[in-house]
C-alpha cells in the first residue's frame, strides 16, 4: 500500500511539474486545483461540511475496486485577527495548526495538508505536529497531517532521528556495553571465577542480589 | 464564569474515591481546564484520563448559545494529543450542549476517528447536580 501511496505521490509531482513549473507562493489557489481529471481525481473547491471551510478536497480514486482518498488541503494564513499570537518567528501558533487539523479530520479527510506560505513554515508545521504526536497520543497526527508549501519540491517530512543522527547507534551501543559491563560486575561469577571467590565475597554478593531482586514496594516490610 | 465552572469539575473530582485531579493540565498541546485521573489500584493497569474543557460563552446580543466549530476542533485535538482519554466539553446551556452533541454526530460514519465515543458534552448543572454545589454563603459557613 506505501508503494502505491508513494508512485501516486511522485505522479501528482511529475505532473505537478510537468504542467506548472514555475509558480509562486501567491498562487496557492492555483496549486490546490491544477490537476489533470484524466488520472481520475476530483477537486471540491471551498468546501464546508458545516465544521469549517476546507480550501481544496481531492477525491483520488486509485483503483474502482478501492475506495476513494480524499486529500483536504487547508491554507492557514498569516495575517488575521490574532496575527501577533498565531504567527511569530516564522511558526504558526499550535492553536492554529490544531483546529486546523481538526477541521480536516472532522470534514472526512483522510489527509490533512496544511498550506503555509512557505517551505519553511511547511517544515515548521510538520516538525511541530511530528513532535507532538511523538508523546503517545492515541491518533498518530503526523501520519494524517502535514505541512506543505506551494513551491515545494521535495517531501515535507521530516528525516527520522536515526538518519538525522547517525551516531545514535553508536550512543546505543556504548549504553548497551557499560549495562553489560555492570552485569559482569555485580551478577553470580561462572567457571574459574566462581570457584577462587571467597566466601565472605560470595555471601556480600548473594545478600545484595536479593535486596534488590525484591519488587520495590517489598523492601520496605521487611526493614 | 468558566472559574466556576470549573470549580464545581474540581469539587466532584475530589469527592470521588480513586479520582486524581489537575487543575490546568498541559503536555505542550494546549490547555484542559481540569484532568481527572482515575489511578487504578493496580499498578500493570493504566490510568485513565477523563479531560473537562468548559466552552466560554461568545457573548453576543442576539444569541447567548452562540459557539465556533473551530473552537470545537481545536478542543478535540488538543485533547487528544494531550493524551485525553475521554473529553467532555463542558457549556452553559442545553441548546448549546444539543447543536454540539450533533454536529458531532453528523460526522461521517466512514470516518477513521469516531469522535461520538470520545467527546461527550455535558452542561454543568448535569454534571453536578446544583444540590452538590454550595453557595457562597453556605461554604463561609462550612469554613467557619
Redesign the interface.
Known amino acids: 500500500m506505501a508503494k502505491i501511496e508513494e508512485r501516486q505521490y511522485d505522479n501528482i509531482v511529475k505532473h505537478h511539474n510537468n504542467s506548472n513549473s514555475s509558480f509562486s507562493p501567491s498562487s496557492q489557489s492555483d496549486f490546490l486545483s491544477q490537476l489533470d481529471q484524466s488520472l481520475s481525481y476530483s477537486i471540491e473547491k471551498d468546501i464546508d461540511y458545516?465544521?469549517?471551510k476546507i480550501d481544496a478536497i481531492w477525491h483520488i480514486s486509485l483503483h474502482p475496486s478501492l475506495p476513494s482518498s480524499k486529500l483536504g488541503f487547508i491554507k492557514i494564513q498569516s495575517q488575521e485577527g490574532k496575527a501577533d499570537q498565531d504567527w511569530k518567528d516564522n511558526q504558526y501558533s499550535?492553536?492554529k495548526i490544531?483546529?486546523?487539523?481538526?477541521?480536516g479530520?472532522?470534514s472526512?479527510c483522510?489527509k490533512v495538508f496544511l498550506v503555509a506560505d512557505n517551505e519553511e513554515m511547511a517544515k515548521s508545521i510538520s516538525g511541530r505536529i511530528e513532535w507532538?504526536?511523538s508523546?503517545?497520543?492515541?491518533?498518530r497526527?503526523d501520519t494524517v497531517s502535514t505541512g506543505v508549501s506551494p513551491n515545494q519540491q521535495k517531501r515535507s517530512t521530516s528525516i527520522p532521528s536515526q538518519e538525522r543522527v547517525p551516531e545514535g547507534e553508536k550512543i546505543r551501543k556504548e549504553d548497551i556495553r557499560e549495562r553489560e559491563e555492570k552485569f559482569e560486575k555485580y551478577n553470580r561469577p561462572k567457571g574459574e571465577r566462581a570457584e577462587s571467590e571467597s566466601d565472605e565475597k560470595k555471601l556480600g554478593r548473594e545478600i545484595k542480589l536479593d535486596e534488590n531482586n525484591r519488587p520495590i514496594g517489598q523492601k520496605e516490610y521487611n526493614v | 464564569m468558566i472559574e466556576t465552572l470549573k470549580a464545581s469539575i474540581i469539587q466532584l473530582g475530589k469527592s470521588i474515591l480513586g479520582i486524581e485531579v489537575i487543575e490546568n493540565y498541559d503536555q505542550c498541546a494546549g490547555l484542559i481546564d481540569v484532568l481527572w485521573t482515575f489511578k487504578p489500584r493496580s499498578e500493570a493497569l493504566p490510568d485513565i484520563r477523563l479531560g473537562f474543557v468548559c466552552l466560554p460563552i461568545i457573548s453576543t446580543t442576539a444569541d447567548e448559545d452562540n459557539y465556533s466549530e473551530s473552537t470545537i476542533n481545536e478542543i478535540i485535538i488538543k485533547s487528544m494529543m494531550n493524551l485525553v482519554d475521554k473529553l467532555v466539553i463542558v457549556v452553559p446551556s442545553e441548546n448549546m450542549a444539543k447543536r454540539i452533541s450533533d454536529s458531532i454526530e453528523s460526522m461521517s460514519n466512514s470516518s477513521f476517528l469516531q469522535l461520538r465515543k470520545y467527546v461527550t458534552v455535558l452542561t454543568s448543572s448535569t454534571l453536578v447536580p446544583k444540590t452538590d454545589v454550595l453557595h457562597a454563603r453556605d461554604k463561609e459557613e462550612v469554613i467557619e
Do not use: C, K, Q
Open positions: 458545516g465544521y469549517g499550535l492553536r490544531e483546529e486546523a487539523i481538526g477541521r479530520i472532522r472526512g483522510d507532538l504526536s508523546f503517545g497520543s492515541i491518533v497526527f
